[in-house]
């Protein structure tokens, strides 16, 4: 069924009752042209896949429910600030793939482009947000400095005079924003589910069979599916999937937080970070501020986080918006990241023929979601990278071609 004003005038004038499951819960059949691990980025693949080019016999394993993972789990900023040459094009096609996506897949992700806000708050800071500035505009992405007064009119709640960290400016995307995450699971599974994807929840991959180097299929809690190709998008899990393989990633798996207030009136109508500690907050359709800041710091699979994270947090999010001090938190989650060595993704074949990987998003691979889909789709399909996402090499780290963004070396836990 398609989603219109038509369809949902026909539909209230009948009660409601005729709506048509947003996708199907098939049991898996026995084979697969291809086979998705994981229910995040692995539906956005599938869509693009059958969209275009044409393969339709997919199947996307997840191991516990449709949208479980950090594509639901996340603080919805997407942007596309990026400085490497590696990064920039990725990130903008992310982001030109955003603003067609609702009428792409007919479905309502809110995708707003409401701005995302940089601050700075010294003159090595304000330098180092020109020259991003200046490599984005190059590359044709949209990015503008502000002095103080321009942060002032946009965000006169923020701590400028007293603060112990002044604020002296902001680097501004205004077509960086938010968009609503289970949507966007949901919106790709509908899109993947009507173009025949048979998406399988509660189907924990537990085993990879491969046979004179190449994989026959996959061993599942629902039992064997073999396959002509394999991609796996398992993010936190990505190490644990690909041991099945025999293949040792360069990722290690960190738990990330993000907060939820209670509901407060419509004040904050962009995206703001903290540019002298690590915070960044929204406001939700609903009131609520959605915020959150670093990883924990220790590895983990526990997709929960410690206090003294929720006080570095919050202590950072007052620094910057003093009023946030009266307001209470309501809900705290975590999710498992998977932080590569130089903070930048893996899309890419590896050395056994039909295996495919996708991972290292660190907590960044929400705004990245349709063109990860959309490169990796390529990749698979055609058997070699996209250019867009040609940097983007497991091969890379041994041969010190580094895609690092932050310039915090290989300290994963740093990007
Ligand atoms: C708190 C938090 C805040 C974040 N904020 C942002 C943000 O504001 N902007 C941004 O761009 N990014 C953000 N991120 C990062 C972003 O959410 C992730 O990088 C991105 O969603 C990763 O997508 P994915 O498909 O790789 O992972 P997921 O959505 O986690 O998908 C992987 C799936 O694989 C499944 N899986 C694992 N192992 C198996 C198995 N053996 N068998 C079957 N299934 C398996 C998992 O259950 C999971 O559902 C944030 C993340 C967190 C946790």
Known sequence: MRYSIVSLLRQSARGHRNWTQAWRSPEPKP?????????????????????????????????????????????????????????????????KLWEGLEQDFNFNAMVSQRGVLNLFHSDAQRDAAARRGNFMRIQGIDAELLDRHGVRDMAPYLDFDNARFPIQGGLLQRRGGTVRHDAVAWGYARGADSRGVDIIQNCEVTGIRIVDGRVEGVETTKGFIACKKLGLAAAGNSSEVAAMAGIRLPIESHVLQAF?????????????????????????????????????????????????????????????????????????WGGIMDMSMDGSPII?????????????????????????????????????????????????????????????????NLH
């Open 260 to 332: 939820v207030s209670e509901g407060l009136k419509p004040y904050l109508d962009t995206v703001i970070t903290f540019g002298a500690g690590h915070f960044y907050c929204s406001q939700s359709d609903k009131g609520g501020l959605v915020f959150g800041g670093d990883l924990d710091g220790y590895n983990s699979y526990a997709r929960r986080g410690n206090l003294p994270m929720v006080e570095h947090v919050i202590e950072a999010g007052v620094a910057m918006i003093p009023g946030l001090s009266r307001v209470k938190a309501l809900r705290a």
């Open 31 to 95: 084979a697969y042209d291809v086979v998705l691990v994981g229910a995040g980025h692995g539906l956005a693949t599938a869509y693009y896949l059958a969209k275009e080019h044409g393969i339709r016999n997919i199947a996307v394993l997840e191991k516990r429910w449709l949208g479980s993972g950090n594509i639901g789990r996340n603080t919805t900023i997407i942007r596309s600030n990026y400085m490497l040459p590696g990064n920039g094009p990725f990130y903008e096609w992310s982001l």
């Open 348 to 412: 890419d074949k590896t050395h056994i023929d039909n295996l495919y990987l996708n991972c290292g998003w660190c907590y960044g691979g929400f705004k990245a979601t349709p063109a990860s889909g959309w490169c990796f789709a390529w990749t698979i399909a055609r058997d070699e990278p996209h250019r867009l996402n040609a940097d983007f090499r497991l091969d890379r780290f041994r041969r010190g071609d580094m895609i690092d963004e932050k310039g915090q070396g290989a300290t994963p």
